[in-house]
Nanobody
């Protein structure tokens, strides 16, 4: 029911910038958080940035001061502004939407993932 469409990836030189966008559509209920994850070849998927609803954004130490996550609630869109890109930032970046459902005694946190967008930082 819920789909995430990502865009903005590409090839950039070290020190360059990119802005990733993720638009959500479908039956969206209570959003617990939205975030960006990335996965490099041969490595585990890792958290890049996450912004809870009504909370403060948090970032991986490796991107603090360089990346900025933001949300446009009216458009159900989350962005990731990436500046001062480094070769080690090369990865497939995935958008994540986490919802909270409290119909039972135990809250549930269903998640939806985007298809991924490739970011390559190279000369």
């Amino acid at each position: 029911q819920v789909q995430l469409v990502e865009s903005g990836g590409g090839l950039v030189q070290p020190g360059g910038s990119l802005r990733l966008s993720c638009a959500a559509s479908g039956s969206i209920f209570n959003i617990h958080a939205m975030g960006w994850y990335r996965q490099a070849p041969g490595k585990q998927r890792e958290l890049v940035a996450r912004i809870p609803s009504g909370g403060t954004a948090n970032y991986a130490d490796s991107v603090k001061g360089r990346f900025t996550i933001s949300r446009d609630n009216a458009k159900n869109t989350v962005y990731l502004q990436m500046d001062s890109l480094k070769p080690e930032d090369t990865a497939v970046y995935y958008c994540n939407l986490q919802m909270i459902v409290v119909r039972t005694l135990t809250p549930e946190y269903p998640e939806v993932w985007g298809q991924g967008t490739l970011v390559t930082v190279s000369s």
